[in-house]
């Protein structure tokens, strides 16, 4: 039971934690140094099972908070130690008989089942049934008094049960308190369900007959709380329920990064079951484990475990619902609605995969259902954005089929983050592919998960105004509540994020192949007028992208061009092959520029090759051909040579003169924007991933982003700015040295792709883009540069230099305080507010009213210390940061390194003797802090260079529109 699904049958432990003085079984009048006595003597419980063949030594049983008993290291444990092992004829075992599953308990396939996600521990009849047994059992040693031979055991069992949290306790849970997560209602009614019906299979054995309703519901809620599945080293369904007596002594802990994290392991060793170390384990600390991989809306409702904090399990998952209002809504999200022919093909195509109920929402969960390829809200929004009936029917089933269970990550568990993580961010197979569908799509999901965040973070608001007692209901409820509504803002901020990468995307004018700057340095090499044909190149460019990298070498080899590189190079070499290709056939539409050169180039080479033949074929006609027309012939081709030679003679001279300069000039622009370009793709893909957390990338010492912004430098550590964009210098360094006063543009060092180097095109003051082109005219990023095409005094004057990204924000005072918003991007992308790339960073619009602009007002800037408003100025964190605080949950969830806890512990309650962590949980949401900060910048720049392509009214509407949601 190395690893056990929460759905997979009862196990588990617990009596109740706040009123039960700690309950060791003690012969009256024993004083203490009993317990050593004891083990001389091989006396007392913890004796009797040694002189059993348990292995008990180094462990200690105390009393742990409010989690009721606990057990502790006695010593210094190594990682995989044994710290307690248990015969299993010391246990109570009861065989899950085989039946067959009824067809309602199967695990429903369909992508939307409803109730895909959650399934009861004991949904299944089987464990139920086991579960009855069990009890029954317990109750008969119970009865049985001190002659039963475990008599000693069920003194361990509290006699306060059922635990005051778990569904069986009465009274019945008020269901407007449960209302307040989704989840819980749905977990809650299912648990209650489940409860009943062992409680009937319980009272119909005849041992219940000599028990009382409460002993048969202490009975009952110990084997849901302490009872192990065990499997016999089969996979499957558990084979056997136990009751194990001293090692259900140790608490639960969710899987989350940090020291916090589960100590041991529980596992079925030949005769022996044993709790073993995952970790190196100090003496004194809490030896826990992992009940069952699930979130705290099940735990609450299976052990009566309240949430365990912010961040703390990265198991949680939290419900949206999708209205069935969706169905009859536009497919581009106007208010319109969408034509009766495609409402009903969508109905058809949802009922056929299951989705029965038209008239109630349908509820899916985050992270796992948003994950890009196959997670369900994706792929019912792919669904909801495709345009037709016709096209609904045709992808219904790529878009629909159910996916088959992915494997878990090598090493690691499968949360629903690293579930999210593994299936990438394609859509699923022989989707079209169309991005501006991708962004309708995530659009819509968005949608879904802001609205389900308002709600969320509404009802949450509500309960913490009433301010409930630590280990009450309303408490649990509100841990639960909390963790939901921070998976709803982080899933709300993805779509949007997802959906702004696909309209990019889009507005690029391609698919993911090349990235956002495959047209743009297509720019570069194309002449003006050339732009019309890019329809047609980013038909192929997609179609590239389509291949894998090996199919590409492929066909580089056949085309005997290079083969090194990444995806985006095969696929911009190519391109560029096609586009010379194609370009030099058609007469009269010779290529100008660079390419051209390099076209005719191509086809001078081709020609020569095929010159011996033809020579041959011209030879044998002309020994047909009459003398005149022989003599016309000569003369025609004399005067070809003639052009040609001309020709050649200027493009040579031509070259010579500027062409050599141009070149030059073209080539370090393109391979800058190369750069730039993979750094962008690198970003996205960073970005689609990165609803799991990724571990090291972006990773301070600190554990958190403050760290790593802060100290100028640690921004390099592997990422792509570094390696790809600029040179050897760090972020801080290069932003200011580049911006200010037109030194040294973007960053000094000689292999800076931004400038630096001597006569880079994107330095200052030279002749590079400031010539060609009007845009970029003047001198560089510093001085003049951007002011004149991005409005007013906008980028040029104080423009990421010194004021913004090195000395407050970037450097020194790290990420939070004052970076990016006030200072730097607000006076240096638009002093005064009126650049439309400048809105957002003043604070006034923009970035903050647009879609990530919850995340932003006063919340990461602040935020370090998520105290006074963070998170949102407008709802929710602030609420329940106060309650936390009070609470017991510290503040520390999100905060810096050792922010938990630190300088406020609340006193002994439970959750405050955790030492300074951070959940894996915790580090994503730092990671995308970062990640949306570096995004913002990117996209930035990606304005630009979508703006400089031309004058093309489309390209540039969509680079504004975009910018009011990006700024
Ligand atoms: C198997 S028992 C563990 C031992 C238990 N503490 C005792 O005193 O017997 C499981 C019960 O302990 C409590 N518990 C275990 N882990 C907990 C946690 N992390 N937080 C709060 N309560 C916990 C719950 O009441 C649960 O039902």
């Given at each position: 039971m190395a690893v056990r699904h929460w759905w997979q049958g009862p196990l588990g432990s617990g009596p109740h934690a706040a009123t039960r003085p700690a309950p060791l079984p003690r012969r009256p009048g024993r004083p203490c140094g009993r317990g050593r006595r004891e083990k001389a003597r091989g006396s007392g419980r913890r004796g009797r099972a040694r002189q059993r063949g348990a292995r008990l030594d180094g462990v200690r049983v105390r009393r742990a908070g409010e989690q009721g008993l606990g057990v502790f290291a006695g010593r210094d444990f190594g990682r995989a130690e044994v710290v307690a092992a248990v015969p299993r004829r010391l246990c109570l075992l009861e065989p899950v008989a085989a039946v067959p599953a009824e067809p309602s308990e199967a695990r429903p396939s369909a992508p939307f089942g409803g109730t895909a996600n959650w399934y009861h521990a004991l949904g299944c009849d089987a464990s139920r049934r086991a579960a009855a047994g069990l009890a029954a059992q317990l109750l008969r040693q119970r009865l049985l008094g001190a002659s039963a031979p475990l008599s000693h055991y069920c003194g361990t069992v509290t006699p306060e049960m059922p635990l005051s949290l778990q569904p069986l306790a009465a009274p019945p849970w008020d269901a407007a308190l449960l209302s307040h997560s989704p989840l819980l209602v749905r977990l809650h009614s299912e648990a209650a369900r489940c409860d009943d019906t062992c409680l009937a299979l319980l009272s119909a054995q005849p041992i219940a007959t000599a028990a009382s309703e409460r002993l048969r519901r202490w009975a009952l809620c110990a084997v849901l709380t302490r009872s192990f599945s065990l499997y016999g080293g089969l996979r499957g369904r558990a084979r056997t329920l136990a009751m194990v007596p001293f090692l259900d002594l140790l608490n639960h802990r969710s899987p989350c990064e940090g020291r916090s994290a589960p100590t041991c392991r529980f596992e079925e060793q030949s005769d022996l079951l044993a709790m073993v170390t995952t970790r190196a384990v100090r003496s004194g600390e809490e030896l826990t484990f992992s009940y069952a991989l699930a979130p705290d809306a099940a735990l609450l409702c299976q052990y009566g475990i309240p949430g365990s904090g912010l961040g703390a399990n990265s198991m949680n998952e939290a419900m949206v619902p999708v209205p069935p209002s969706a169905l009859r809504a536009s497919p581009c999200g106007a208010p319109a609605a969408a034509p009766p022919d495609l409402a009903a093909a969508r109905l058809a195509a949802l009922e056929r995969q299951?989705?029965?109920?038209?008239g109630a929402p349908l509820l899916l969960s985050v992270p796992a259902d948003s994950c890009p390829r196959d997670g369900r809200l994706a792929r019912l929004a792919r669904l909801l954005a495709l345009g037709s009936a016709p096209e609904v029917e045709r992808w219904e089933r790529h878009l629909l089929a159910p996916v088959p269970e992915h494997k878990a990550p090598a090493g690691g568990r499968r949360t629903p983050a690293r579930r999210a993580e593994a299936q990438g961010g394609a859509p699923g197979a022989g989707w079209p592919g169309d991005a501006s569908l991708e962004a309708r799509a995530w659009r819509l999901v968005a949608g879904w998960a802001r609205e389900a965040w308002r709600l969320a973070s509404e009802a949450l608001g509500g309960l913490a105004g009433r301010e409930p007692e630590a280990g009450s209901r309303e408490w649990a409820v509100l841990a639960v509540a909390a963790a939901e509504e921070e998976l709803l803002a982080e899933a709300a901020g993805d779509a949007e994020r997802r959906a702004l990468a696909a309209e990019l995307r889009g507005a690029a004018g391609g698919g993911r192949g090349p990235g956002l700057w495959g047209p743009v340095r297509a720019s570069v090499r194309q002449r003006p007028g050339a732009m019309a044909a890019e329809g047609e190149a980013s038909a192929q460019q997609k179609d590239l992208s389509s291949l894998t990298v090996p199919q590409l070498k492929e066909k580089l080899k056949e085309a005997n061009l290079p083969v090194s590189g990444n995806k985006a190079e095969l696929i911009a070499r190519l391109l560029e092959k096609e586009a010379s290709g194609s370009s030099a056939a058609p007469a009269g539409d010779a290529p100008a520029g660079q390419e051209a050169a390099g076209a005719e180039a191509e086809a001078a080479q081709a020609k020569k090759a095929d010159e011996p033949k033809e020579a041959e074929e011209q030879k044998e006609k002309e020994a047909e051909q009459p003398t005149e027309q022989k003599a016309d012939d000569s003369k025609a081709t004399e005067a070809d040579e003639e052009r040609k030679e001309q020709k050649e003679d200027g493009g040579e001279a031509k070259e010579d003169k500027e062409g050599e300069k141009a070149e030059g000039k073209e080539e370090e622009d393109v391979e800058k924007l190369d750069k730039l370009n993979m750094s962008l793709d690198d970003l996205i893909s960073t970005d689609d991933t990165i609803g799991a957390h990724k571990k090291g990338k972006g990773k301070g010492k600190q554990g958190g982003w403050s760290g790593d912004w802060g100290g100028g430098d640690k921004w390099n550590g592997g990422s792509s700015w570094k390696n790809d964009s600029r040179g050897g210098n760090d972020w801080k360094q290069s932003w200011k040295d580049g911006g200010g006063g037109g030194k040294s543009s973007w960053g000094g060092g000689k292999t800076d792709s931004w400038g630096g180097g001597g006569g880079s095109s994107w330095k200052g003051g030279s002749a590079d883009y400031g010539k060609n082109s009007k845009t970029w005219a003047g001198s560089s990023y510093g001085d003049k540069s951007y002011d004149k095409p991005y409005g007013g005094a906008s980028y040029g004057n104080k423009s990421y230099d010194n004021k913004s990204y090195d000395s407050k924000s970037y450097g020194n005072s790290s990420y939070g305080n004052k970076s990016y918003d006030d200072k730097s991007f607000g006076k240096s992308y638009d002093r005064d507010d009126t650049s439309k790339f400048g809105r957002g960073g003043g604070g006034g619009g923009g970035y903050d009213k647009g879609g990530y602009g919850s995340f932003d007002k006063g919340s990461y800037r602040k935020s370090d210390d998520r105290g006074a408003a963070s998170y949102d100025k407008g709802a929710s964190y602030d609420k329940y940061d106060k309650t936390y605080d009070k609470s017991g949950y510290d503040k520390g969830g999100h905060d810096r390194a050792g922010a938990r806890g630190s300088g406020r512990d609340p006193p002994d309650r439970g959750y405050d003797r955790e030492p300074p962590r951070y959940s894996d949980r915790a580090m994503a949401l730092k990671y995308r802090q970062g990640h949306a900060l570096r995004h913002r910048a990117m996209v930035g720049y990606v304005m630009f260079a979508v703006q400089r392509r031309a004058d093309d009214s489309e390209v540039t509407q969509a680079a504004v529109s975009l910018s009011a949601f990006v700024w």
């Open positions: 299951g989705w029965l109920s038209a």
